[in-house]
């Protein structure tokens, strides 16, 4: 998706157009697709602005469109910074999904990789499914009526160890998808099926924890040898 922001030296029309941009790329809906040609709406260009317009604004959890999330952030790239010798990795509070036509919905994904990649902190918390007993418990405190915060609660006890917002250890999870976008660029690949490599697209809070902070070696022998290779001889 082909975002157009020119900007034209000036910051103003800049911002501008990157909160149009945002809000066309904005999911509305999670059970409706967007279109590539999503009429911004007034009220949430407006929204975007101001959140642009204030940076220390924390907002967590807006959902978009990861392909043209992507689109825009790849807009900005200087012509002379895009090319294959530089990487670019995004990292937002914000949730990036991606449409899937086979359930008919958008998915949180914790990363994209492409140019830029783009690392989502919220999706690191939000995509990767908890314990199978979270969701039953979630399910067991709706049927009995309890309200949000004592419903979430509930759940919570019965959740295993999962990432959290401002969580300590998310620093340290945050560096094993960088790798992902690394690894992506320099392969084509950015996942690995070993479990316990920091290369491993965990889909359940545990799988996440055990990849990214797990005893052991950061990765499994194949990408060791990989990076290894890379620092000793560097990027052919
Ligand atoms: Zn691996």
């Avoid at 990036?96 to 036509?101: L, Q």
């Avoid at 979270?134 to 006890?157: P, Q, V």
């Avoid at 690894?183 to 490599?197: H, N, Q, T």
Wanted: with cysteine.
């Amino acid at each position: 998706m082909e975002s157009k922001i020119v900007g034209g030296g000036n910051d103003t029309v800049l911002l501008d157009e990157i909160a149009e941009s945002l809000a066309g790329a904005k999911v509305r809906d999670l059970l409706q697709s967007v279109p590539s040609d999503q009429q911004a709406l007034a009220g949430e260009v407006a929204y975007e602005r101001r959140r642009l317009a204030n940076p220390s604004s924390v907002v967590y959890g807006l959902m978009y469109d990861a392909y043209a999330y992507s689109g825009l952030c790849h807009a900005l790239i200087p012509q002379a910074e895009a090319g294959f010798d530089q990487l670019h990795i995004i990292f937002t509070n914000q949730l990036i999904g991606t449409w899937d036509p086979a359930d008919r919905r958008y998915h949180a994904r914790t990363v994209l990789c492409g140019s830029p990649s783009i690392i989502s902190i919220s999706g690191l918390v939000e995509a990767p499914a908890r314990s199978p007993e979270y969701y039953f418990a979630l399910r067991g405190a709706e049927a009995i009526g309890l309200g949000k915060e004592s419903k979430l609660e509930l759940a919570d006890s019965f959740a295993d160890d999962c990432l959290s917002y401002d969580d300590q250890r998310m620093t340290e999870v945050v560096k094993g998808y960088a790798m992902q976008a690394i690894a992506y660029r320099l392969s084509g690949d950015a996942f690995c099926s070993d479990p316990k490599c920091r290369l491993f697209n965990a889909h359940w809070q545990r799988e996440l924890l055990k990849a990214q902070l797990g005893e052991g070696p950061d990765f499994c022998s194949e990408h060791e040898g990989f990076f290894q290779r890379l620092s000793k001889e560097g990027v052919s």
